[in-house]
């Protein structure tokens, strides 16, 4: 059973940092799609930041508009855990983020392959 196991979220103030952690498990996932993807109460599940292996075997990464510039978004683990650091964080950025991999290319909510649980994520101004 492929497990995604995520960590790091917690409650931070506005301006603060955060670092969020996905470690895979049942399996090698050094060349699927991985990122995030957050879900606030009464919104639909939302696209932060991905990361993708590339033909030269590096990692591309992709960012939502909304948290250009604040986060960034890495492989660790020869490729089979990602980790995402928010800075600068706002109130706006309070939700549930889920770790998600793909064997695809795009990380899309429709063809993603496996969901971690989800952390929390709480921002005060």
């Known amino acids: 059973q492929v497990q995604l196991a995520e960590s790091g979220g917690g409650l931070a103030q506005a301006g603060g940092s955060l670092t969020l952690s996905c470690a895979a498990s049942?399996?090698?996932?050094?060349?699927?799609?991985m990122g995030w993807f957050r879900q606030a109460p009464g919104k639909e599940r939302e696209f932060v930041a991905a990361t993708k292996r590339s033909s030269d075997r590096q990692y591309r990464v992709d960012y939502a508009n909304s948290v250009k510039g604040r986060f960034s978004i890495f492989r660790d683990n020869a490729g089979n855990g990602v980790q995402m650091r928010m800075n600068s964080l706002k109130p706006e950025d309070t939700a549930v983020y889920y770790c998600a991999a793909t064997a695809g290319t795009t990380l899309t909510a429709g063809i993603v392959d496996y969901w971690g649980q989800g952390t929390q994520v709480t921002v005060s101004s």
């Open positions: 049942g399996r090698t996932l050094s060349t699927y799609t």
